[in-house]
């Protein structure tokens, strides 16, 4: 689920206001390209090689959740620098559907069951890999949410990596999967704790944590929105969004590391029952950058 791939950087890593703006205003100017699917409008993903190349039968259709009474937004932020491995909350740790983001929880268990057999990645897993983080590229995810067993394969994995409250989606509904901020915590912990120090718990092996974290580095430039507006220039991460049919409603989310003076941060900020994409964006910003602020100064 991203925005289309001809929005340069520049008018994505601005200011964070500016930056909602252009990118959201461009992806409202491309409604009329989503798909109905059952109960939920999906984007359409940024594939290689052309958005015209791609499937749309992927991520939480036939949505029947009830209609939000309001906005919710829940960030959660975790200092790599500390001690500590308890984020801190801002909002209630509730459920949220993950969309698109569940895409690197999809990597790390593909990449978990590979070790578990001794292997790296075939050629044509990591050609599918690479364009689902860099691009949210949702044909190819179709195809490694069936490779990794689906929802039994993802919560197998996610045991391990020690997520408490994330439940694969129904059937092929990857995008419905729901998540917590806290176990989106969690997981980018299992991928990016080592990264500044040699000792790790991390189920993931080396190779594999260093896989994740390239790709959420190397991601198009049209997904330069959601927490990499705390950071402007290092960051990593991964957004998802959809649109409700039922509600017209926007889920909004977005998960990384970022770097500020010279200090790492991860960040979950997830949100639903936002009126548009534009206001989804500005609101899961905002957020983020309390959650690294008031991280700041614990």
Same mark, same amino acid.
């Given at each position: 689920?991203? %925005?289309?791939?001809?929005?340069?950087?520049?008018?994505?890593?601005?200011? #964070?206001?500016s930056?909602?703006?252009?990118?959201?205003?461009?992806?409202?100017?491309?409604?009329?390209?989503?798909?109905?699917?059952?109960?939920?409008?999906?984007?359409?993903?940024?594939?290689?090689?052309?958005?015209?190349?791609?499937?749309?039968?992927?991520?939480?259709?036939?949505?029947?959740?009830?209609?939000?009474?309001?906005v919710?937004?829940?960030?959660? #932020?975790?200092?790599?620098?500390?001690?500590?491995?308890?984020?801190?909350?801002?909002?209630? !740790?509730?459920?949220? !559907? @993950?969309? $698109?983001?569940?895409?690197?929880?999809?990597?790390?268990?593909?990449?978990?069951?590979?070790?578990?057999?001794?292997?790296?990645?075939?050629a044509?897993?990591?050609?599918?890999?690479?364009?689902?983080?860099?691009?949210?590229?949702?044909a190819?995810?179709?195809?490694?949410?069936?490779?990794?067993?689906?929802?039994?394969?993802?919560?197998?994995?996610?045991?391990?990596?020690?997520?408490?409250?994330?439940?694969?989606?129904?059937? @092929?509904?990857?995008?419905?999967?729901?998540?917590t901020?806290?176990?989106?915590?969690?997981?980018?912990?299992?991928?990016?704790?080592?990264?500044?120090?040699?000792?790790?718990?991390?189920?993931?092996?080396?190779?594999?944590?260093? %896989?994740?974290?390239?790709?959420? @580095?190397?991601?198009?430039?049209?997904?330069?929105?959601? /927490?990499?507006?705390?950071?402007?220039?290092? %960051?990593?991460?991964?957004?998802?969004?959809?649109?409700?049919?039922?509600?017209?409603?926007? !889920?909004?989310?977005?998960?990384?590391?970022?770097?500020? !003076?010279?200090?790492?941060?991860?960040?979950?900020?997830?949100?639903d029952?936002?009126? $548009?994409?534009?206001?989804?964006?500005?609101? /899961?910003?905002?957020?983020?950058?309390?959650?690294?602020?008031?991280?700041?100064? @614990?």
């Amino acid at each position: 689920m991203s %925005y289309p791939r001809h929005i340069p950087r520049s008018k994505c890593v601005s200011r #964070a206001s500016s930056r909602a703006g252009a990118c959201a205003g461009v992806l409202l100017a491309s409604v009329t390209a989503l798909v109905s699917l059952g109960g939920m409008h999906v984007a359409p993903a940024v594939a290689a090689p052309s958005p015209s190349a791609q499937s749309h039968a992927t991520a939480g259709v036939n949505a029947t959740k009830q209609r939000p009474s309001k906005v919710r937004v829940t960030a959660a #932020a975790l200092s790599l620098d500390g001690g500590s491995r308890k984020p801190l909350l801002d909002g209630e !740790d509730a459920p949220y !559907d @993950t969309a $698109s983001i569940v895409k690197v929880d999809i990597l790390a268990t593909l990449l978990l069951q590979a070790q578990d057999k001794g292997r790296h990645l075939t050629a044509p897993e990591r050609a599918l890999a690479e364009p689902m983080i860099r691009n949210s590229d949702n044909a190819a995810t179709n195809t490694l949410w069936r490779e990794i067993g689906g929802a039994s394969g993802l919560g197998e994995a996610n045991k391990r990596i020690g997520l408490t409250s994330t439940k694969g989606g129904p059937g @092929t509904k990857w995008g419905l999967t729901q998540t917590t901020a806290s176990d989106q915590i969690r997981l980018l912990f299992s991928v990016f704790d080592g990264a500044t120090k040699p000792k790790t718990d991390s189920p993931l092996n080396t190779d594999s944590r260093a %896989y994740i974290r390239t790709l959420m @580095t190397r991601v198009a430039d049209d997904q330069a929105w959601g /927490v990499s507006a705390v950071s402007r220039s290092d %960051y990593a991460l991964k957004n998802g969004w959809l649109q409700r049919t039922t509600t017209g409603l926007w !889920d909004v989310n977005s998960v990384g590391r970022v770097t500020v !003076d010279g200090h790492h941060y991860l960040v979950a900020v997830l949100s639903d029952g936002n009126v $548009s994409m534009r206001d989804g964006v500005s609101a /899961v910003e905002r957020a983020a950058g309390r959650a690294v602020t008031a991280t700041t100064r @614990t």
